[in-house]
């Protein structure tokens, strides 16, 4: 098992930037990677970014490239999210997860564990 605990969300001015903090405890060792997912209402969850726990690579979702940065601390067994240049089209709840093997990192069904999201809200 995997725990995994979101914060950093809250209500920002388009423009503006947060931090979003994922810690993982439990199982971390059997961790290959994480990502970033978010929700808003009425829509499906979607991929935003992943990043592999060993090698580093990291990928993102064309709607976020260039404006969110995601990251990694091995040692307290974090992963981030920074976010820049917020929009309203960002406006969701954002969820971390945790995969436990090698491969796709795009769906949801990859990932084996959740944490319970934090929400992020951007006003025009």
């Known amino acids: 098992q995997v725990q995994l605990v979101e914060s950093g969300g809250g209500l920002v001015q388009a423009g503006g930037s947060l931090r979003l903090s994922c810690a993982a405890s439990?199982?971390?060792?059997?961790?290959?990677?994480m990502g970033w997912f978010r929700q808003a209402p009425g829509k499906e969850r979607e991929f935003v970014a992943a990043i592999s726990w060993i090698s580093g690579n990291r990928y993102y979702a064309d709607s976020v490239k260039g404006r969110f940065t995601i990251s990694r601390d091995n040692a307290k067994n974090t992963v981030y999210l920074q976010m820049n240049s917020l929009q309203p089209s960002d406006t969701a709840a954002y969820y971390c997860?945790?995969?436990?093997?090698?491969?796709?990192?795009?769906?949801?069904?990859?990932?084996?564990?959740w944490g319970q999201g934090t929400q992020v809200a951007v006003s025009s």
């Open positions: 439990g199982r971390t060792f059997s961790m290959y990677g």
């Open positions: 997860a945790v995969r436990l093997k090698i491969g796709s990192y795009l769906r949801t069904t990859d990932y084996d564990y």
